[in-house]
């Protein structure tokens, strides 16, 4: 018997390269759907590791969240779980935009997604790093669609292979990773963690085109060298409302800590400008592609010189730890500079840095190979989520994280991919851009990237996308029969105040009055009083005395949709039209060389894109009008030619 | 977008030019419905609504209760027609004008433009022709949408583009404004702009409904002053636009009434662009056509920023001319007393001591001299050419006294344009419905942004990612 081993090997269905936040979500989809799935990381304890900001959520962040939770994710729960602030943004705005955002205790919610990953079935957590992606060429033929080649497994830096069916490519900022702090250059990932040094290599040789982008944090504080009297106090909400549909309310109301306020200034200012050539980015040395969405304080000092002063949040990184988190003062500059620059600021002069603010370059590809379903248009089997796809931020790396490991289940088991629509979810909005846009930075959710934003309210997640999450598996029956309910008592109640209608009778005028409403003139239904920006639905309760006893969640929804009625019908009438090119779907084997009068511009954008629907081709920039009708009479014509008519 | 079947399209289908005939095609589910509500007959009964497939009848086309034109209608039920879908022609006169405004009150009642090629493009999708025409319809759509835009742009000054770029980066500032409020509450608050948003709403919805009525007025040409010649029957209005523009481009006989419509012609004197616009002589008629045409030369001379206005002095003033005059006194005037070559039998004296009557107190309150100062008289043979140095010489002093300007300093052109300025208008008045009701801001600024897009497809100007661009580079986000 031949004891001598050469290297571990073993059969899973998939595996999960990297456990971040899109890491995490893939993992635990993957093993839900009982595939057996191996989550590789270079460092156990960074498992849902916030290495930038400490909180979750945000305007169009939060909507991510929520969408993810309805669909059956994770991290909604997560944060529930572990916040430590939480305030619900944008409240003085319609509620479309209204948005949840949550203080995290860094550590607690890395270790209570440990937690769950570690107890969920079917999954397997490997500290090591991937270096090879394994794959064959399909023969000729077997050809369909897009497809060149095929993924067989991966193997780690220790030689164990891996033979799988799908895997999901979730690296984050990891992939050659350099980190900047001035002149000081380090080849680490985040947080000093090891970088990922091999896999680039073997992801071009298969073909994968990579590119460079660049991000930055902030500097960590210690807490108990700032002077908090010299700020301002940000406390979070009185009642603190879930980021999860399944957390009950009542479970989470607890003690909050404080975020606070102060602001940079000319001198601040002055002594950012006086040490730009010692910046790597004003340097050059920096070559990624940086968000402008989140500049750092030097981008900010330059771009808006006429800005004589930046907000500045001190957060804290958690109960454990008296390190506060910087936000607003991101920065790549060396470290004297920084300590200089940071002690200028009240309530700083005399802090004390734990971490330095670095900027970080890494490897990440344009999402545009990728289907909408988040695999590789050439390597049948390969996926991607997260902040390599070119995103930025934890929850479109989770959004995405999840839709990448959900599909890639989906191929395994042969039912139909999770690809979201525009028009239902911020989580499309999101994958459409990545996949269908030239993003030339690191892409953030914003509201203003959604066209039908009334319709995806953070409010009505579950009514969107439960059914969904139920559809791949991950939401039981009894969570989706409870939503059906919920649809029904919403509309039954709406139905009852369009049809209930008070007369103008002098009681009704005097309560009306008395809570500073106009009187009746005449007969009026409960329905539209409550279109009246200075009335609700509660405070119509004594005129109603016929109304039923409904959960805060519905009547919610029934007073959203009555008054904004208008624009809610409006917009559903934008997404028909829309949807009808939506659903002309383009061949996967199309040759658009094939296809006369189209012009070379169009040609090209579309080869290049091979958009999976008219909708999406229209939406590629440099197709025109004109092209997208061309395209439908060519889809006619072949159309045609298939029946033979 | 250009493929949906389910909207009503319609499009002039003949060729613009002066032709006797003018046909307008409309082609879809709605089409019967959108006919009916502007084709009657004598009765004011609607018509292709009452019409059988295949059929044609003779009727009027209707805007409001004004009889636009008459015409032919001819009926085509699905399949049955070019297109396999309903559709109405309408056979009116042709006439550039009179073709434009029939379509536009087409469009006006649900129809929407035909994307080039579409006609064609709906035969094909609606099965009207064979695998082997296809190429031939894709090649036609691109071609045609080449052309389109070319003419497009080349029918835009640039002064219309410019323009309409200043207003949609209004329009981009303020929307990228609120969405970064939206984006990064803590960093910029909307508390209270409401207010300012409104008043920049008003001041560009303004702006736009100016060139909209620009369109409306006839003027679909690039700018000039808006010169508009009227009179009475046989007055010699058609001879001075001749003398002007050097040509014969108005029929002119003997016979009054012989200009049934406006003609328009650019006649350019030195460093000023005039837009001349020759009427039908005004007068009390029971032909339809013609009293057409009369309600047409009050309403060009409504929109003029100059008038011509022509009296036959070889013969007395009539009640005519006075009407004439009573109807716009109130315009910058010149009269013109023409016919000098015959004897006259109007002068200066009788034009002064019969006019001033017809107008208000504060006309007829002006002595000699002020009344001619402001109402410029000249003695001239239009068909002789006696007297046009000195029309020039008063339009000119006119023009750099600043007594004569244009009125509106951007004209639009093309329906298309006109269609998107509207909605751009109507999205605009969402913003201003919004505001009133106490809707939350961002449940409008949808609207706003949607402003943006139509003004930017007038200027052909695609969407890329102007918004997250000016949100990026005119405010500084947060974290």
Redesign the interface.
């Given at each position: 018997m031949d004891l001598k081993c050469r290297g571990a090997e073993f059969n899973i269905d998939v595996a999960i390269v990297g456990a971040g936040h899109a890491g995490c979500e893939a993992a635990l989809a993957c093993a839900r759907l009982g595939l057996e799935t191996v989550v590789f990381t270079v460092s156990v304890d960074s498992i849902a590791l916030m290495p930038c900001?400490p909180n979750i959520g945000g305007?169009?962040k939060g909507h991510l969240v929520r969408e993810l939770d309805a669909l059956g994710g994770e991290m909604g729960k997560n944060i529930d779980k572990t916040f430590i602030q939480s305030k619900m943004?944008?409240t003085?705005?319609?509620p479309?935009?209204h948005s949840l955002r949550a203080q995290a205790d860094k550590r607690d919610y890395s270790g209570a997604m440990r937690k769950v990953l570690e107890s969920q079935e079917h999954l397997t957590i490997k500290q090591a790093e991937v270096c090879e992606l394994l794959w064959e060429e399909i023969p000729s033929e077997e050809k369909t669609g897009s497809y060149e080649k095929f993924v067989t497994g991966v193997r780690t830096q220790t030689g164990a292979l891996y033979n799988c069916k799908a895997v999901v490519l979730c690296t984050g900022v990891y992939l050659n990773a350099r980190c900047l702090t001035g002149e000081s250059i380090t080849y680490t990932g985040p947080n000093g963690l090891q970088a990922a040094t091999h896999l680039s290599d073997s992801l071009r040789n298969a073909g994968v085109e990579l590119r460079r982008f660049k991000t930055g944090t902030p500097a960590r504080m210690d807490g108990k060298t700032i002077d908090f009297s010299k700020m301002e106090e940000q406390k979070g909400d009185e009642v603190i409302v879930p980021f999860s549909f399944s957390t009950d309310p009542a479970t989470i109301q607890k003690d909050q800590v404080s975020c606070w306020l102060t602001h940079t200034n000319q001198k601040t200012h002055d002594i950012i400008r006086a040490n730009l050539d010692r910046s790597p980015i004003y340097a050059g040395i920096i070559e990624g592609t940086g968000p402008?969405?989140?500049?750092s304080i030097e981008d900010?000092v330059v771009?808006?010189s006429e800005?004589e002063s930046?907000?500045v949040?001190i957060e804290p990184e958690g109960l454990y730890t008296d390190e506060m988190y910087v936000?607003?003062m991101s920065s790549s500059l060396p470290e004297d500079v920084q300590l200089a620059m940071y002690r200028t600021v009240p309530g700083l002069e005399n802090c004390k840095i734990v971490r330095n603010a670095y900027a970080i370059e890494y490897d990440c590809i344009n999402a545009k190979c990728l289907y909408p379903h988040l695999e590789f248009k050439k390597i049948k089997g390969l996926f991607a989520g997260g902040q390599f796809n070119g995103s930025s931020g934890y929850e479109e790396a989770a959004a995405q994280g999840f839709v990448a490991g959900v599909n890639a289940a989906m191929e395994i088991l042969g039912k139909e991919f999770l690809v979201l629509k525009r028009s239902e979810s911020y989580i499309g909005v999101l994958i459409d851009d990545l996949v269908t846009?030239d993003n030339r930075e690191p892409y953030r959710m914003?509201?203003?990237?959604a066209?039908y934003?009334?319709l995806l309210r953070q409010d009505n997640a579950d009514l969107r996308l439960r059914k969904y999450g139920h559809r791949i598996g991950l939401i039981s029956d009894e969570v989706y029969n409870g939503i059906l309910k919920k649809k029904e008592s919403i509309d039954a109640e709406i139905e009852r105040l369009k049809s209930v209608m008070l007369g103008a009778g002098s009681e009704t005028c005097k309560y009306l009055e008395s809570i500073g409403s106009a009187p009746l003139s005449t007969a009026t239904s409960l329905a539209s009083l409550i279109c009246r920006?200075e009335l609700d639905y509660k405070k119509l309760a004594p005129l109603d005395p016929e109304r039923p006893q409904l959960p805060d969640d519905v009547t919610e929804q029934v007073q959203i949709e009555i008054r904004?009625e208008g624009?809610i019908k409006r917009?559903e009438k934008q997404v028909k039209?829309?949807e009808?090119?939506e659903v002309k779907l383009i061949p996967e084997d199309i040759d658009y060389d094939d296809?006369?009068?189209?012009?070379i511009e169009a040609r090209q954008h579309l080869k290049e894109f091979r958009p999976v629907s008219v909708g999406q081709a229209?939406r590629i920039?440099?197709v025109?009008?004109?092209?997208?009708?061309?395209l439908?009479?060519?889809l006619?014509?072949i159309n045609?030619?298939k029946l033979g008519? | 977008m250009t493929d949906n079947l389910q909207k009503t399209i319609a499009a002039i289908s003949t060729a613009l030019s002066d032709s006797g005939i003018g046909i307008i095609r409309v082609s879809g589910p709605d089409a019967v419905k959108i006919c009916s509500e502007i084709i009657f007959d004598k009765k004011k009964e609607s018509v292709p609504d009452k019409m059988e497939a295949g059929t044609f009848r003779h009727c009027y086309v209707y805007d409001g209760d004004e009889i636009l034109d008459e015409c032919i209608v001819l009926l085509y039920k699905a399949p049955h027609s070019y297109t396999g879908e309903d559709t109405v022609e309408i056979q009116c006169h042709g006439g550039v004008y009179l073709l434009k405004k029939v379509l536009d009150l087409v469009t006006a009642h649900g129809a929407a433009l035909s994307a080039p090629g579409e006609f064609t493009k709906r035969a094909f999708l609606n099965s009207k022709m064979d695998l082997a025409q296809a190429e031939a319809v894709m090649d036609l759509i691109s071609s045609r949408s080449e052309g389109a835009l070319r003419a497009s742009r080349d029918q835009m000054s640039g002064r219309v583009s410019e323009a309409i770029r200043n207003l949609r980066a209004k329009i981009l500032y303020e929307t990228a404004f609120i969405e970064s409020a939206i984006d990064d509450p803590e960093h910029y608050d909307l508390t209270g702009y409401e207010e300012k948003l409104s008043g920049t709403v008003c001041e560009i919805s303004d702006k736009i409904t100016e060139m909209i009525r620009s369109y409306d007025s006839g003027k679909f040409v690039r700018e000039g002053i808006a010169t508009c010649i009227v009179g009475s029957p046989n007055s010699g209005k058609s001879s001075l636009l001749n003398l002007l523009t050097g040509q014969d481009r108005a029929i002119v006989s003997d016979i009054p009434g012989t200009t049934r419509d406006t003609i328009e012609e650019y006649v350019r004197l030195d460093d000023i662009l005039l837009k001349v616009t020759d009427t039908a002589g005004i007068r009390d008629t029971d032909d339809v056509i013609e009293s057409i045409g009369t309600k047409r030369a009050f309403e060009a001379a409504e929109n003029a920023d100059l008038i011509l206005f022509m009296i036959d002095a070889s013969e007395y003033l009539t009640l005519d001319i006075m009407q004439i005059f009573s109807a716009v006194y109130k315009r910058k005037l010149i009269i013109i007393l023409n016919k000098a070559d015959k004897t006259l039998m109007v002068r200066p004296d009788d034009v002064y001591s019969h006019l001033k009557e017809s107008a208000d107190k504060e006309i007829s309150a002006l002595s000699k001299e002020e009344f001619f100062e402001k109402y410029p008289c000249i003695i001239m043979s239009a068909s002789g050419g006696q007297g046009l140095e000195e029309l020039k010489r008063t339009i000119r002093a006119g023009f750099l006294s600043g007594d004569i300007t244009s009125k509106s300093d951007v004209v639009i052109t093309g329906l298309r344009h006109k269609e998107l300025l509207c909605a751009a208008l109507e999205s605009l008045d969402g913003v201003k419905e919004g505001i009133e009701a106490g809707v939350e801001i961002d449940v409008y600024c949808g609207d706003l942004y949607n402003a943006y897009k139509k003004l930017g497809l007038i200027i052909g100007e695609e969407l890329g990612d102007d918004l997250a661009d000016e949100i990026f580079s005119k405010f500084c986000m947060g974290k």
């Open positions: 900001n305007s169009s943004l944008n003085s705005k319609g479309a935009v402008r969405y989140c500049p900010k771009k808006f800005k930046h907000q949040f936000d607003g846009k914003m509201t203003s990237r066209e934003r009334l920006p904004y624009y917009q039209e829309q009808r090119l296809v006369p009068s189209l012009r229209s920039s440099g025109s009008p004109a092209d997208i009708s061309v439908l009479v060519y006619e014509k045609r030619q008519i | -």
